[in-house]
Nanobody, 119 residues
């Protein structure tokens, strides 16, 4: 079992920056592929950025060049640095941990943190 706790959300003006953190506990963090998802009101949850256990990253087209995902395995934490924020980035941001092995598959979610970007 993995517990994920997000922090760092808040209200920011367009063009501003925020850094989200997701602290994991309860298992071996380094084996998990980590991701940040977001869900705006009335919309489906979408992948924003992901980083594999090996450090490979990928991003949604809408955030490329503005957001950076990183992980610190020594601190069991994954980060999402968000720059040049736009009102359309407003959403609840969720942290996700996935592990897919030959015998077991795990999928965990945090409770979410609200990001609001004002115009």
């Amino acid at each position: 079992q993995v517990q994920l706790v997000e922090s760092g959300g808040g209200l920011v003006q367009a063009g501003g920056s925020l850094r989200l953190s997701c602290a994991a506990s309860g298992s071996i963090f380094s084996i998990y592929d980590m991701g940040w998802y977001r869900q705006a009101p009335g919309k489906q949850r979408e992948l924003v950025a992901a980083i594999t256990s090996g450090g490979t990253t990928n991003y949604a087209d809408s955030v490329k060049g503005r957001f950076t995902i990183s992980r610190d395995n020594a601190k069991d934490t994954v980060y999402l640095q968000m720059n040049s924020l736009k009102p359309e980035d407003t959403a609840v941001y969720f942290c996700n941990a996935k592990y897919s092995g030959s015998r077991y598959q795990f999928d965990y979610w945090g409770q979410g943190t609200q990001v609001t970007v004002s115009s």
